[in-house]
């Protein structure tokens, strides 16, 4: 039984034999956004995507804009962490 793999492992082999692994983590991060970020910011987030390995995010509130930009490199750090590898390299807000 030293064969036996979980499903879990068999996708990711599989996502990634198709080169398909990185966009699976880019639309688990985009799922999970509220985890990440917190239930605040995501409420003030209307639009976000990872093109390019850059998060973008379209944010209803100027002074979350400010703060967010200020804490650009946690939050990098946050997503690249729940990823479990570096996803994005930037952080863009609109």
Do not use: C
């Not at 036996?4 to 082999?13: T, V």
């Not at 990440?36 to 100027?62: E, M, P, Q, V, Y």
């Amino acid at each position: 039984m030293d064969d036996e793999k979980s499903i879990k492992d068999l996708m990711r082999g599989l996502l990634n034999s198709y080169q398909l692994g990185d966009k699976y983590d880019e639309i688990s991060v985009v799922n999970s956004w509220e985890q990440i970020a917190g239930n605040l910011i995501a409420r003030k987030t209307s639009k976000i995507f990872i093109k390019n390995r850059i998060l973008h995010l379209s944010i209803d509130s100027a002074p979350l804009k400010s703060e967010l930009l200020y804490h650009k490199l946690v939050i990098i750090e946050k997503v690249n962490t729940f990823a479990g590898k570096e996803l994005i390299k930037d952080l863009q807000i609109h």
